[in-house]
Structures are given as C-alpha cells and as structure tokens.
C-alpha cells in the first residue's frame, strides 16, 4: 500500500468532509509557508540594493508628504503675504544710510546686511513656520507697529521721489518680496515644521507655494520689453533663441539631476519630464513668436484664457487632473503642455497692466504717483472681485491647471504687493536696502543658488524626519548663507538685472 502525501491529503481537505485532524495538518502547513515568506522577506529587506531605487520608502514617504495636499484659504495667503509686506516697510522705516554709504568698505555692507537679515529675512522665517498659527495677529502686531513709527517719523520730512526712478523703485522692491518667498520656501517645504497648507495643492485650492510659478510669470511680464515699449533691433526668431536658450538649458539640466540622483518628483504638478523652466521658456517662446503691442496684449491674453477656460470646463480639466498616462511625450506631461495656455495669457495681461500703470505715454510724460497709486488700487480691486466670481460660479482655482480663477487670484494678489509698496512712499522714501539691491542686480542667480543649497540639503538630511529645532537651525543656516553668497556677488561687481 502506497502512502499517502500529505500535501495531497492537504489539498483534498478543500473539498472532503470535515476532519480535526486534516484541519490540523492544514493549520500548521499555512504557518511554516508563511515564516518561509516572511524570513525571505525579511532577510533580502536587510539589503537595500536588493530594491530598485525607485521602491526606496524614504522617496515613497517624501512623496507622500507633497501629495494630496488641500491648501489653505485666499485671506490666509494675502496675510502672508501682508507680513513680509510690512516687514520690509519696517525695515525701511530703520534704515538710516543709504546703499551707496554702506557700500564704502565690505564691512559696512555686511554690518547693513546683517541688519537687514534680522529685520526681514529671519522674522519671515519664523512666520512661514514656528508662528503659522499667529499669522494674523503677526500682520496686526506689525501694521500697528508701522502706523506708530510713521507717527514718530512725521516729526521730519522724508524723501520723495517722483517720475520713472520712484516706479523703479517700488517695483524692485516688489520683485526682491517675491523672490525673498521663493527662496524660503522651496525648502522650508520638505520639513514638517512648515504647515503642509502653504505647500503646493494636488488639484483645486490655494496656498502660498502655489503663487510661485505664477508670480514668476508675471514679475517677468511687469518688467518686460513689451511693457516698456521697448522694441527690439533682432528678429523674432533670434530674441526667441537668445531669451530661452538660457531656460531650457536650465531646464534639462534640472531634469538631468532629478533622474541621476532618484530626486523624488511629484508627476502630478508638471508632469513626468516637465519642470518650471520649461514653462518658462515655452512662455517666452510664444511671445516671442506673436508679438503683440503693450496697449493691445491684454485683450489677445483674455481671447486665450476665455478660450483656454472653456476648454477646461467642457472636459479638458478631466482629463488633466486624471493619474492615467500614456506613452506619448504629451499625456506624460500633459499639464505642464496645457498649462502654458494660463500662463501665456497671464504674461500678456501683466504686460498690459504694467503698461497701463507704469509706462503709458512714456516718451511724452510721466504719469504723477498718486494717479498710479489710484490706478493700482482700483485694478486690484477689480482682478479680487473676479477671483471671487470666476472661483465660484466657473471653476474653483488650480494651480496645475492654471485656470482663469487662478490667473485672477496671482495677478489680484501681486498688484496687492506693489499697491502696499506704493502707497507706503511717504514712510519710507526712497532708500534701498543693501539685502534689497544684492538680490534684485542678480535676481536669477540668487534662484538658481537657493535651488543648489535646497538641493545639498535634501541629499545631505533626510528633511521629513528633522525635529522642529533641527529644522529652523538649518532653514537660518541656508537663508544666511544665501544672504552672503548674493552680497558677495553684489559687492563684486556682478550684475544681472532686466532694467
């Protein structure tokens, strides 16, 4: 007689009788398969290279972290934004020497500043951070404190400055603001201790990362040629070649340092290969090839948003906001491609407003302060009011998109920086702060650092698992040395500005 196997007599057991003693054999057969799996499971886990980087759990955990994110509220950013407003009023307020003064000797300019460190740049650290949950007591604390040091200063009269260098000025002052949030945040971003409502939302929503792009944009349209009716000796193809070569070089070189070092990458921000250069340069790229008049651009810029907008709500934003992909160069960056649409039209209206505010009638004469200061005013008024209608009667705001909410939402909320700038004139005058020049001779460059310091930082620590102290000390030690590094720039000659 032949005898049974056991594993025969196991797999029977399925369909036979009901016996406690197959039962049994079955039970304990499960339990040695399982610790079989399980030591084989654990023992390869002991070796990281037995996994594919791309199955790293750090990398699935930092991409978790920047994942589905809801943002916050519109009056939560404007009051971020407020405060670092108010910080550099009040800086202002204290700056008892001129740029050029300071500049006499390498220690002047550092003393100067490190005052300016002290005053703006770790005070909107700490704001952006450990005080989040006060950000609007912050904003009253500091708008009480500026009315009381006007009050003080109205005991002497102040510089003031009208004509072209005044608009200059406060839109300098604009654009340093930006870049100053820009900077703080690409990396105050990977640590815990920054709010994960000011990080960039996955779909509908707003927050403070999300004005980035957008900003960007628009500070390159404010500042443009096409604003200053400025025409250009090259053709369209050679200025379209010389303004994003520089972009798209950047671009790959960024995509290129991603994919060697297996640097997590949310795919659902730009798409798989996309980045923000890139939009950029695509930007560039269709402006340079339609040209359009200053006075005439916002019209064509409305014509593409509408246009774009409708798109959107009859089943394009469907398909963007969708995880599936294909194969194809497009449905794998699909909303950095159909985003360039927002963004494009975005740039022609900032080229018309800052036309309009800044240099209309240029060659003849100079439009008075107070009657920009009237015009800003009334204009931010305006883009609020739409924000508010199109976000809740066409589609919610979305950065990914770039939808015409969301376009509505960056222009209201940078004309309300540079309203704030100019209204505040009287209190400050007209004197630049040494940190303030430094960044806004080589704004790019200071960009392109930060990117390398938050880039060595990522490599270095592992940011999501940093205790909040450890944090902070490390997000002063990057925000100072990128202070140094552009004040040594500055102090060497090295400038790079579009004025």
């Not at 939302?201 to 390159?220: A, C, H, I, Q, W």
Request: proline share 3%; hydrophobic share 50%.
């Amino acid at each position: 007689m032949v005898k049974p196997n056991p594993f025969i007599i196991v797999e029977s057991t399925r369909f036979s009788a009901f016996d406690p003693f197959k039962v049994k054999n079955v039970v304990w057969l499960k339990a040695l398969i399982f610790c079989n799996k399980f030591t084989t499971a654990f023992s390869n886990s002991l070796s990281m290279d037995s996994f594919p980087k791309s199955l790293n759990p750090n990398k699935h955990l930092r991409e978790q972290f920047v994942s589905n994110l809801p943002g916050s509220s519109m009056l939560e950013v404007s009051a971020l934004l407020n405060n670092v407003a108010l910080l550099m009023l009040l800086r202002h307020t204290f700056c008892s020497q001129t740029v050029n003064d300071a500049c006499r000797s390498l220690k002047s300019y550092l003393a100067s500043v490190a005052l300016d460190y002290v005053f703006l740049v770790l005070p909107t650290l700490l704001i952006f951070t450990v005080l989040a949950e006060w950000v609007y007591i912050c904003m009253i604390g500091l708008l009480l404190l500026l009315v009381f040091f006007t009050a003080v200063k109205r005991t002497y009269s102040l510089p003031y400055m009208e004509g072209p260098n005044a608009s200059r000025a406060s839109i300098s002052s604009y654009r340093v603001v930006t870049m100053f949030i820009t900077c703080l945040c690409i990396l105050a971003v990977d640590f815990r201790i920054y709010p994960r409502d000011y990080a960039k939302t996955e779909t509908y929503g707003t927050s403070l990362m999300d004005l980035g792009v957008g900003s960007f944009v628009l500070m390159n349209a404010v500042t443009s040629r096409q604003a200053r009716n400025i025409k250009s000796s090259m053709s369209w193809w050679k200025a379209a070649f010389k303004s994003t070569t520089p972009l798209l070089l950047l671009g790959f070189a960024r995509l290129a340092s991603t994919l060697s070092l297996d640097y997590q990458v949310h795919v659902g921000e730009y798409g798989v290969n996309w980045n923000f250069f890139f939009t950029l340069a695509g930007v560039s790229i269709l402006t340079s090839i339609l040209n359009v008049p200053a006075e005439y651009s916002g019209i064509l810029g409305s014509v593409i948003l509408v246009g774009y907008q409708s798109w959107l709500t009859n089943g394009l934003n469907v398909y963007l906001l969708s995880n599936e992909r294909g194969t194809d160069v497009i449905s794998r960056n699909k909303e950095g491609i159909f985003s360039l649409f927002g963004y494009w039209g975005m740039y022609l209206v900032g080229v018309q407003v800052s036309y309009y505010l800044f240099f209309e009638n240029h060659t003849t004469k100079q439009r008075s302060k107070h009657e920009t200061r009237i015009r800003i005013c009334l204009l931010t008024i305006m883009f609020w009011i739409l924000t508010l209608l199109i976000d809740r009667y066409v589609e919610r705001i979305s950065r990914r998109m770039c939808n015409l909410a969301y376009v509505t939402w960056v222009v209201a909320q940078n004309l309300q920086l540079l309203a704030l700038r100019l209204l505040a004139d009287n209190i400050i005058g007209h004197k630049t702060l040494c940190l303030e020049r430094a960044f806004d001779r080589n704004l790019l460059a200071s960009f392109l650092v930060a990117n390398l310091l938050t880039g060595l930082v990522n490599l270095s620590v592992d940011t999501i698992f940093v205790s909040p102290l450890s944090a902070v000390l490390i997000l002063v030690s990057y925000s100072l040395t990128l202070c140094v590094v552009m004040v040594l720039i500055d102090f060497s000659g090295v400038k790079y500005k579009f004025w």
